[in-house]
């Protein structure tokens, strides 16, 4: 981000940050990204910065695609690096080091996801019957990670109880999220810090809650389950 303002004050752009924060690209969840694309289709983006472009998209396809649908057809300005070095897509040469590094970063996460898929299958059929192991990601409203194992939060885990409770009582998601809101419950991601209708409708039908955890291992076609502290019967 200190990069990014320096680099916008030398060329006399306007700074604005898009930041995904660690979401990986390989799980389909990038709403920061998918909103530049829209900002790009109506011309309210014309110039676009990256530290490092191989870390724009971590699979090749993903980043030619973007590089031909949006950065050539809405004739983006594609600046890079610490010195903010704009790149010529007219140049054979910038075609193929921008579809190289793609590959070369594609190539990287793949062996990441294996070396982690790798760790997790070792504590899923060695440790997970022995304690709570905790794999990764943001964790679920109810719980916290602490020292790589679910535990649960006191406070939010009231509230994942009267949820339940409410939808028992014929109570409707909305009346949930309304109530949430206006008791100043605060969600794990939104910014707004309001509850979204979807978010309730799956806390409604996460089996964690009862105590049950599931892990898929997509190169194993395999689905490992195991126990972590329930927070409802």
């Known amino acids: 981000e200190t990069i990014g303002k320096k680099v916008s004050k ?52 993903d980043s030619v695609f973007f590089r031909k649908d949006f950065l050539e057809k809405f004739k983006i300005n594609f600046y890079v690096g610490e010195n903010g ?52 990601g943001t964790s679920t409203f109810g719980y916290d990670n602490i020292n790589k194992e679910w535990v649960i939060n006191k406070n939010e885990s009231k509230w994942v109880k009267w949820i339940f409770k409410s939808i028992v009582d014929g109570k409707s998601v909305m009346d949930i999220k309304n109530h949430l809101d206006k008791n100043g419950v605060r969600t794990r991601r939104t910014k707004t810090g309001l509850w979204n209708l979807v978010t309730i409708q799956k806390m409604l039908r996460n089996e964690s809650y009862t105590g049950i955890k599931k892990w898929f291992i997509k190169k194993e076609n395999r689905e490992y389950t195991y126990t972590i502290p329930h927070i409802i019967s």
Do not use: C
């Open 10 to 61: 030398k060329l006399g752009l306007k700074f604005r940050i898009h930041n995904e924060g660690s979401r990986s690209s390989v799980l389909g969840d990038r709403e920061v990204l998918s909103q530049i694309k829209e900002d790009i289709r109506n011309k309210k983006i014309k110039n676009l910065w990256v530290l490092e472009r191989e870390r724009l998209f971590r699979d090749t396809t």
């Open 85 to 136: 070095n704009l790149i010529n897509f007219d140049s054979v040469e910038d075609n193929l080091t921008y579809d190289l590094l793609s590959r070369l970063s594609q190539y990287e996460n793949e062996k990441r996801i294996e070396r982690s898929q790798s760790g997790k299958k070792f504590l899923l059929e060695k440790v997970s019957d022995k304690k709570p192991i905790y794999l990764g």
